[in-house]
């Protein structure tokens, strides 16, 4: 029983968006990430970089992250490890970029960055401590949020798909309006051209 709650979880936690990825910094340019996220989720995230390829130097990065909208909700610089945290606003791309700042480039830097959304920000040890609960029936409480979370996650495709439904539709009407009136247009065109032929005809007496 335990077992097949703990592996539901993992499922669902993996469907949830934890996620550590390296990330290769050239030595020139910027290295972005994104996480498309809907709105009032935790995001949390550390970074660090790696050393074992850079011996003999320490480069240093700069970070910075944006809101679908463009508004910065973390900017640090001169930087080795960090860590940001933050609860989404809006739904959409959130963007995460790294750049060396410093003299020591190198050939570029690797950057471990571990980035959890909404259930895997949580604290389980802390909140099986708080409210004195183990076992099957912490792994139940990890089952329930996981649930809910997919749930709302649902909940956010559907509304999703409803406005591609709708926009695809919006699309289509014009489409065929427009489809129309070029009809017409090249209609009232040949009318005029056959008009004007007929003109030049009986002026010249061909007709």
């Known amino acids: 029983m335990a077992a097949v709650l703990a592996l539901a979880v993992a499922l669902a936690i993996a469907s949830l968006g934890a996620e ?21 989720v935790v995001v949390l995230s550390d970074y660090s970089i790696m050393y074992e390829s850079h011996p003999y130097s320490h480069p240093t990065i700069a970070v910075k992250v944006t809101s679908p909208y463009g ?14 945290a933050f609860t989404t606003a809006e739904a959409g791309n959130y963007l995460a970029c790294f750049w060396i700042d410093s003299a020591e480039k190198g050939s570029g830097v690797s950057v471990n960055l571990d980035w959890k ?3 895997a920000t949580k604290d389980w040890d802390a909140i099986a401590k708080k409210e004195k609960i183990e076992g099957v029936e912490l792994e139940l409480r990890k089952l329930e949020v996981a649930v809910q979370a997919i749930h709302q996650n649902l909940i956010h495709l559907k509304a999703r798909e409803a406005e591609m439904r709708t926009v695809s539709e919006k699309t289509n009407s014009r489409v065929a309006w427009f489809s129309i009136l070029s009809l017409g247009v090249c209609i009232v065109v040949s009318i005029l051209q056959l008009w004007h032929l007929q003109g030049f005809f009986r002026k010249k007496k061909l007709i």
């Open 20 to 40: 550590a990825v390296w990330l290769e910094v050239p030595q020139s340019g910027t290295k972005c990430v994104s996480e498309e996220i809907q709105s009032n």
């Open 71 to 84: 508004n910065t909700l973390h900017h640090n610089e001169n930087a080795t490890v960090g860590q940001f």
């Open 117 to 119: 959304i909404g259930f």
